[in-house]
């Protein structure tokens, strides 16, 4: 099938993409603060406020392609994923260490899960078509 995509379905794609990537990048500096040395720790909660930023800004996006025409699941995800970023930095700044490293594993995993969605997701421009407004047509 032909992905007709508008510029604000791509730019959706690049956020999430994007959301992936911190994600990892997280992973890696708190696997990093283990061995010491450089202050990991600090650029792990540096870049906990970057990842949140651009879970705001790829919701925002969201919504541009919700306006264009794209299903609504792809808003509601994309808070979804900013929500879950607010209760993660909000559980490292608390110190509360367990639940956040477990929660920061199933984050990166929902980024994983929005990542893949987005990229199958296949607009249709046709209005008022079965796959163009269908919540579970990824
Ligand atoms: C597998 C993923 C992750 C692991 C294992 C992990 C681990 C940790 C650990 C051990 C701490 C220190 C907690 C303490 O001081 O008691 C921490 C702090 C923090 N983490 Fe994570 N984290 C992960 C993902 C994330 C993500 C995805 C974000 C942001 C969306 C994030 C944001 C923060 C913030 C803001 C702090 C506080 C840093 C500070 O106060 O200086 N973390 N993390």
Redesign the pocket.
């Known amino acids: 099938m032909k992905d007709d995509a508008p510029r604000s379905l791509l730019l959706v794609r690049t956020g999430a993409t994007g959301v992936l990537s911190m994600?990892v990048c997280?992973?890696g500096l708190?696997a990093g603060?283990f061995f010491g040395g450089v202050d990991l720790?600090?650029w792990?909660?540096l870049f906990?406020?970057v990842?949140?930023g651009v879970t705001i800004v790829t919701a925002i996006l969201a919504g541009l392609y919700v306006r264009d025409g794209g299903p609504r699941w792809v808003l509601w995800f994309s808070l979804v994923v900013v929500a879950w970023?607010t209760v993660?930095?909000t559980l490292?700044?608390l110190?509360i260490?367990a639940p956040?490293?477990f929660s920061?594993?199933l984050?990166?995993m929902l980024a994983t899960a929005f990542t893949s969605w987005v990229f199958r997701h296949r607009h249709d421009r046709v209005a008022g078509s079965a796959a163009a407004g269908r919540a579970d047509t990824p």
């Open positions: 994600a997280q992973a708190a603060t720790l600090r792990h909660g906990g406020l990842t949140m970023a993660q930095v490292g700044r110190e260490a956040h490293a920061g594993t984050f990166a």
